[in-house]
């Protein structure tokens, strides 16, 4: 079998081959990338966005996260996926262009695949060697499968139509993702979704619900302690893109519920007075200072109706699991 397509990144060398996957490059310069977490140290409350969790080992991190006991969302969302394929098919329409943002390993599209039977899948992904051998995996797993996988950073302008099939543009947007924006960019990001996907396309997207504080505690502050590894990580990503010398041994994992906000937040939180230097300059942190790393909005059916209806979207069909921690709606372009 063929090599796979490649454009504008030279990828490594691997035995896996797939002639039905499509690899493209469009991340974001470097420079761009630098800009960006620099304006984010320099705020009087430091943030990273939640984006630069997922370098390779990162992303390898929150894998082991979806498997823990604590952590929920991911196996009830699989499990709402699966019991609802056939319907959640229907919807999507025969043929259609499946694309996912932040897809990471692919692995909730694998649930639908059967009953879907895209024209195309599109995972969109910023972790380049990450997303490369997921695609391959992906390919060889399903044969009959064009994977059209493109390294972007999803909040941008990240692919052209033209090198897609026709067919209806559907995003897939699993995980709860959604949550990590304020209610301001959820509503900025659904609404430019409209652009993305024409005015017969859909979204079906996986929401996190409003529950228990003690529930949501412990899914963020697993007893194994991966949750603060993968936070603490993110610290390796900065290093590497602004050329600082953040040390992880010097930072604490904290995570809490906002009852105000109905959302959870991740900080770092600074062991101790200290410089960090970069390649423009130094930040400094006093003792007991954060880094906020992450926000998840929590939300109810009726807050999220409401949101979706703001973008300019009708919600056609919701579907919950048994104990209604989590939800996956599908959306369509509402007329006008």
């Not at 101790?272 to 790393?293: C, D, K, P, S, Y």
Request: hydrophobic share 40%; proline share 4%; aromatic share 10%.
């Amino acid at each position: 079998m063929n090599q796979p397509v490649t454009r504008g990144v030279k990828m490594p060398v691997t035995a896996a081959r797939a002639d039905n996957v499509v690899f493209e490059d469009q991340h974001p310069a470097t420079g761009d990338s630098r800009a960006e977490l620099l304006a984010g140290l320099q705020q009087q409350q430091k943030m990273v966005n939640p984006k630069y969790f997922y370098n390779a080992r990162g992303s390898d991190l929150f894998e082991q996260i979806t498997r823990l006991e604590e952590y929920y969302p991911t196996r009830t969302e699989k499990k709402i996926l699966t019991q609802h394929a056939a319907e959640i098919s229907q919807l999507c329409g025969p043929d259609c262009v499946l694309i996912e943002p932040g897809s990471g390993n692919s692995e909730k599209v694998r649930l639908l695949l059967d009953s879907l039977r895209p024209a195309a899948y599109v995972p969109v992904d910023i972790s380049a060697e990450f997303l490369y051998e997921s695609a391959l995996k992906l390919g060889q797993e399903f044969p009959w499968l064009a994977v059209h996988a493109l390294c972007a950073d999803f909040a941008q302008q990240w692919y052209s139509r033209t090198t897609l099939p026709a067919g209806r543009r559907v995003i897939f947007y699993p995980g709860s993702t959604i949550g990590n924006m304020d209610p301001a960019a959820a509503n900025a990001f659904l609404a430019d979704l409209r652009q993305w996907i024409g005015p017969d396309g859909g979204v079906l997207i996986g929401v996190d619900l409003h529950k228990a504080e003690l529930l949501l505690h412990a899914a963020y502050n697993d007893s194994r302690g991966v949750t603060a590894q993968f936070n603490l990580n993110i610290l390796n990503a900065v290093n590497d893109v602004i050329e600082a010398d953040f040390d992880s041994t010097r930072f604490d994992h904290r995570a809490a519920y906002n009852q105000d906000q109905r959302r959870i937040e991740m900080h770092l939180v600074s062991r101790q007075a200290q410089t960090v230097n970069t390649a423009r300059g130094q930040i400094v942190f006093a003792e007991g200072e954060t880094l906020h790393t992450e926000n998840s909005y929590k939300y109810t059916l009726a807050s999220f109706a409401q949101l979706a209806q703001s973008a300019g979207f009708n919600l056609q069909r919701s579907w919950l699991d048994e104990d209604k921690l989590f939800s996956v709606h599908f959306l369509s372009v509402a007329a006008g």
